[in-house]
């Protein structure tokens, strides 16, 4: 039962334009939504991350978007790097008390020079 | 400042083995999670330790064990290895007093073989 879904295995971008990671989850109990990042032979790295209350929040060039009504969740890049090359994994957990990370199985994002 | 640190970082192992991980929690972090991760798949759950006590579980069998120390590092042990049991084996430390939406601090992994 996968709770958390990233439907695109892979995604290429220009350098410079916009890069959208997208996210879909089954689970509505889900408190807060957060974004890692993974370079090869490292753990994952957070990103950002959003309320369940919220619909919206920025750190820098990285946005993520919350549509509860949809259960979809997505991650805004701009503009984006070489550096930004890497596997995007979204995750949810339930919030304090229930803090387990849910996965998805991760975007890979290529950016073009 | 140290982050988290795993070891070792690769490992291979025969079916029916047992095998035992290491995690060292980041400074000032008192709460260890265990997650493994597949190829190809996200990291999923496996447990989490505060307080040298078992916390929350994921959907694991009994085979997965761990256990934390005092000084908050922790290890984790899978008895009569699987083949499936072939995977990434991440560390995750945080502190108790802050929820998980600040993100937890990840170690680079363990890479286990079972052949």
């Known amino acids: 039962d996968q709770q958390v879904k990233q439907n695109s295995p892979s995604l290429s971008v220009q350098e410079g334009r916009i890069s959208i990671l997208n996210c879909d989850y089954t ?40 549509n509860k009504s949809a259960k979809h969740l997505s991650l805004h890049i701009v503009p984006s790097q070489p550096g930004d090359s890497a596997v995007y994994f979204c995750a949810a957990s339930g919030g304090f008390g229930n803090e387990k990370l849910t996965f998805g199985t991760g975007t890979r994002l290529t950016i073009i020079p | ?61 009994d085979r997965f064990s761990g256990h934390q120390f005092p000084n908050y590092s922790s290890e984790l042990n899978v008895n009569a290895l699987l083949l499936g049991d072939s995977a990434l084996y991440l560390c995750a430390s945080s502190l108790a007093t802050v929820t998980s ?13 079972v052949v």
């Open chain 2, 1 to 61: 400042d140290a982050g988290v640190t795993q070891s070792p970082t690769h490992l291979i192992k025969t079916r029916g083995q047992q095998v035992t991980l290491r995690c060292s929690p980041k400074s000032g972090h008192d709460t260890v999670s265990w997650y493994q991760q597949a190829l190809g798949q996200g990291p999923q759950f496996i447990f989490q330790y505060y307080e040298e006590e078992e916390r929350q579980r994921g959907n694991f069998p």
């Open chain 2, 101 to 113: 939406h600040y993100g937890y601090t990840f170690g680079s992994g363990t890479r286990l073989t």
């Open chain 1, 27 to 66: 689970n509505s109990m889900f408190d807060y939504f957060l974004w890692y990042k993974k370079y090869p032979a490292e753990g994952p790295t957070f990103l950002i991350s959003i309320s369940s209350i919220k619909d919206k929040n920025e750190d820098g060039r990285f946005t993520v978007f919350l």
